[in-house]
């Protein structure tokens, strides 16, 4: 099958390459993102591989089911990026992959814990320089902490694993209850309860429209003095300029973040040449109790081997006029765990 690969990365044709053995699939790879701009680019193609950042609203899914386009295939496990009532109704299926390493998530999740609570990445700074006071770089330990867990599908139940190895209490919220989650000993509670109890939370869970802006002035208010605030799963999870506010009041004593809700003009692009243009991002990272990256935390072997065998099924599934488990339904309303 003849598939535009969209928002190529040197390791993005690598993986998919290795997973498309014989020439499966003829892969054409694009640098540019998926809109209604670049959508011309798949002419004669009928199917389209997507990312993250990638945007396949109503008028970008027109243009490619009119140039021979049926298929979406998702190299991710969230859809928020494609309007998924659109595609049904130009019969276009949308493909992802729902779980490609849960570990990698879950660990980078505890690595920024660690990195913001020893301060970490600001004692590498200073012994590059040869100072080595520790003068500021004190922390806490994390054994007998209560952590948050917004989430609990397969990497919120990850993350709970390790930080029970830690010896944290674990507070939990989702809409279903993971009874993994709960044989850890984690308590499911009421959003209200989590927030005034936890010395840290962590996200884990889908943008829907149900979670957009979760964590905003009203929910920040609700916390202890001195939280830290974790977030690997969607950027427009939090409010970003509420959060800027609770760290100004010192409400918000940490903040870890591997995603932005305006990322997708910055990440997975070497801008350090260039001036960037958003104020609230620039803010952000002069708060020195701030740690960002930008959205690695999936950045494995294991998950770039996993994401592109599950691609390459999928589009075999679909070309083949086979059932295919990762399909999504248009009228599913609530994003699968990830």
Partial sequence: MKVAVFSTKAYDRQFLEAANPQNQHELVFFEPRLDRDTAILATGFPAVCVFVHDR??????????????RLIALRCAGFNNVDLKAAAELGITVVRVPAYSPYAVAEHTVGLILSLNRKIHRAHSRVREGNFSIEGLLGFDLNGRTVGIIGTGKIGQIVG???????????????????????????????????ANSDIITLHCPLTPQTHHLINTEAIQQMKQGIMLINTSRGALIDTTAVIEGLKSGKIKYLGIDVYEQESDLFFEDLSEKIIQDDIFQRLITFPNVLITGHQAFFTEEALRNISETTVANISDFEQGRPCQNEIAAQQKVAAKV
Avoid: M
């Avoid at 396949?56 to 021979?68: F, H, I, K, R, W």
């Avoid at 809409?175 to 989590?194: D, I, M, Q, W």
């Fill in 56 to 69: 396949a609203d109503a008028p970008t899914l027109e243009l490619l089911a009119s140039q021979g386009t």
């Fill in 161 to 195: 694993q390790i930080l029970k190895g830690f010896g944290c209490h674990l507070l939990t919220y989702d809409v279903y209850r993971n009874p993994a989650v709960e044989k850890l000993g984690a308590k499911y509670v009421e959003l209200s309860e989590l927030f």
